[in-house]
């Protein structure tokens, strides 16, 4: 036997017409047909040497067949006119038990019923779950009830799993040509690709290989965040924007017909950030079912092993996420930043780690026929490979959670990469890390919307390798600033505290930074970093306040008569956020003009009045929280927000200084340290 050097060779000897040149999909006339029946047609009618032949008697095969989404007035135009008509589309049946009947639904005839034969039903069972593409031969029967039937019907979609090939095939690859298969046949070419690249890439198709798996990637436009699962098989279902309503996810009361989480494995929310939960039913629901893999309606209690994908768009900064973000949740719905809805999802992928799709990121060589691939990775899912991590134990201080969430997705990999049972202790130990690392980023966002509830910890297991979910951590610059802030007396600089709200819900606390500086010959008051005009107000009133400070304190104004006070805001996450900061505002001002430098470890929260007085603020509980959890050791508060302490956690308070104060010279004068150099 002539030995085999390529990808496509070995491909082709083990696997034979099971795989396909991925190429020939990319063509225009197939761009209305999924990927999967596109490749199906190409695998039957293509043969090697006589792709042109092949090609040309699939196009004449469609032409003509595959109807636009507004003809549908045109279709039955033609079906009173011939008496029948033939489309290519996907064709699902529903039995309806109280009439003995069953009933087809086509896409291009949305809303028609249509009757459908039992031995169509018996020949091809998959019509019932979740439908079959092909060539439909639709009749028209004025006599009868429903005028419509599909009389006849010839599937492009009819492979067969062959998992035990699929596996055995396995053992004639190296894991380096092993990966490059599965990422052509989901129709990537590797040659460009990272081994890390590869790896987030194939982390896409975890949802389907694994069960009940709830995963997010945010990342930038056009890398293809859907294109993935939508193009390798039919039991995937896109819900791009829109209201998803109760009906539609799960059961629909009047007919009682189960929804979309109910008949497909893997559900995906595209464009979450354009979609809106109006109805409260829904996110409970779906919140229910993320935990337990059950959900009910009415009177209905389902079981379901479908998978939830949230995928939207995200800023980035080259390969990262722009430092703009607080938290990296930020771009959902704020009916979904809840704590204990995004403690649900086991894994976060950074999808700005991954390369946009051009036509070089196209599959150009061979890889298997997508329909058989997707139904074989769908089989794979009844496989349970867990038990092969119990000697990589997850450990304390991670939560119940934090392991289930990095087992699901190293289970996923571990089925994709290995399906032969071929990992070594290495293998596996890689597939968990990675697994981690997707949970930790879930768990790194959450310290940031619930500090109280989430402590800083590392999710892993005895002797694993740092991984890279340090990317979701916090803003660097912010980092730098906290380090600094709590190790050295800073002139001019100041920590403000602020309640971080969207669509006037409160989502977490965080901190800001007011720096002050006194630029001399210059007049006036200049402000920048993100601000509006209730910022500048409150900017104002301060600097209007500094100037009626008592004795020592007054030479401050008399300093700055001389010069400019510049005001540069860092991190403030909204301009509406300035009237809680006067105190800040006042100490950053004094501490520049007098240099006497802030104490380190200090934030502070307070509203001021031209005469000094300190007035309370909202928010203080969190606002605390959040300090502590940037390690600020003293926290100044006004003496009128004292009651608000009882809603502090103990543990956060065990950590910290509260001083509460009336005035602002009692503000000063635990804030500052006189006499000493920056």
């Known amino acids: 036997m002539t030995a085999v050097t390529t990808d496509a060779e070995l491909a082709r000897h083990v696997y034979g017409d099971r795989v396909v040149d991925k190429q020939l999909a990319n063509q225009e006339a197939f761009a209305r047909l999924p990927r999967y029946v596109t490749e199906y047609l190409i695998a039957k009618f293509v043969k090697p040497g006589r792709e042109l032949e092949g090609i040309t008697a699939i196009k004449e095969r469609i032409k003509g067949r595959i109807p636009e989404a507004d003809q549908k007035e045109v279709i039955k135009a033609r079906l009173l006119r011939d008496g029948t008509y033939v489309v290519i589309d996907q064709l699902e049946v529903e039995v309806d038990l109280a009439e003995a009947v069953a009933w087809g639904r086509l896409n291009c005839l949305h809303g028609e019923r249509l009757s ?40 492009f979609q009819v492979a067969r799993a062959d998992v035990a090939g699929f596996k055995a095939g396995r053992g004639h ?49 056009g890398t293809g965040k859907t294109f993935l699962l939508r193009n390798v098989s039919p039991a995937v279902f896109t819900i791009s924007g829109g209201r998803p309503s109760p009906a539609s996810l799960f059961v629909n009361k009047q007919n009682q017909r189960l929804g979309i989480l109910g008949t497909r494995k893997v559900v995906v929310f595209d464009e979450i950030a354009a979609t809106t939960f109006p109805d409260k039913e829904v996110v409970a629901t779906l919140k229910d079912y993320m935990e337990s893999g059950e959900f009910s309606r009415g009177t209905r209690k389902v079981a379901s092993d479908a998978s939830i994908v949230l995928t939207g768009n995200l800023d980035v900064t080259g390969e990262a996420p722009s430092e703009g973000y607080t938290h ?48 074989v990775l769908k089989e794979l899912r009844e496989e349970d490979v867990s038990r092969q991590f119990d000697d990589l134990r997850i450990e304390a201080p ?29 293998d596996r130990r890689d597939c968990l890390r990675f697994g981690a690392e997707l949970r930790q980023r879930v768990h790194n966002q959450l310290t940031f919307i619930a500090p109280g509830e989430f402590s800083r910890r590392t999710i892993g297991f005895a002797g694993m390798e740092p991984h890279d979910a340090r990317d979701l951590v916090a803003n660097q610059k912010v980092q730098q600033r906290d380090a600094r802030a709590n190790r050295d007396p800073i002139v001019g600089q100041v920590t403000g505290m602020v309640v971080l709200v969207r669509d006037d819900k409160d989502i977490g606390g965080d901190v800001f930074f007011i720096e002050v500086s006194h630029l001399p010959g210059r007049t006036g008051l200049s402000v920048t970093g993100l601000h509006g005009k209730v910022l500048d107000d409150s900017v104002k009133t301060a600097f209007q306040a500094m100037q009626l400070l008592p004795p020592p304190w007054n030479h ?75 390690q600020r050791r003293t926290i100044i508060i006004p003496a009128a927000n004292a009651s608000d302490l009882r809603d502090v956690p103990d543990d956060v308070l065990g950590k910290i200084e509260v001083v509460t104060v009336e005035r602002i010279e009692e503000v000063l004068q635990h804030a500052l340290l006189p006499g000493e150099s920056a």
């Not at 460009?192 to 990637?217: F, G, H, K, M, Y």
């Not at 289930?404 to 190293?410: S, T």
């Not at 301009?575 to 200090?602: C, E, N």
């Open 116 to 155: 459908i034969g039992r031995d169509l039903i018996e020949r091809y069972e998959a019509l019932l779950s979740g439908g079959l593409w092909g060539t439909v031969t639709i009749s028209y029967q004025p006599q009868r009830d429903p005028q419509l039937a599909v009389v006849d019907f010839v599937p």
């Open 173 to 221: 690859f190296d894991a380096d040509g092993w990966a490059r298969l599965l990422l052509r046949s989901a129709g990537y070419e590797p040659a460009a690709l990272s081994r890390r690249q590869q790896w987030l890439l194939l982390a896409r198709l975890v949802p389907l290989v694994e069960r009940n798996v709830n995963v997010i990637e945010l990342g930038p436009r």
């Open 328 to 375: 990296l949740f930020e771009e959902l719905p704020s009916a979904l930043i809840d704590a204990a809805f995004l403690d649900r999802i086991h894994g976060y992928l950074p999808g700005w780690e991954i390369p946009k799709i051009s036509q070089s990121s196209l599959a150009r060589g061979v890889g298997f026929v997508t329909d058989y691939f997707g139904e």
């Open 398 to 426: 991670a939560t119940v959670r934090d392991e289930r969430g990095a087992r699901r997705i190293a289970s996923g990999m571990l089925k994709l990469l290995f399906p032969d049972g071929s990992a070594s202790e290495d």
């Open 556 to 630: 401050a104004a008399a300093r700055f008569a001389a010069g400019q006070v510049a005001v540069h805001l860092v991190n403030i996450a909204d301009p509406k956020d300035g009237p809680s900061a006067g105190i800040a505002f006042v100490t950053a001002m004094v501490s520049a003009a007098l240099q006497y430098p802030v104490r380190p470890g200090l934030a502070m929260t307070g509203e001021i009045s031209l005469h000094g007085h300190v007035g309370p603020v909202g928010g203080v509980a969190t606002k605390i929280v959040a300090a502590a959890h940037h």
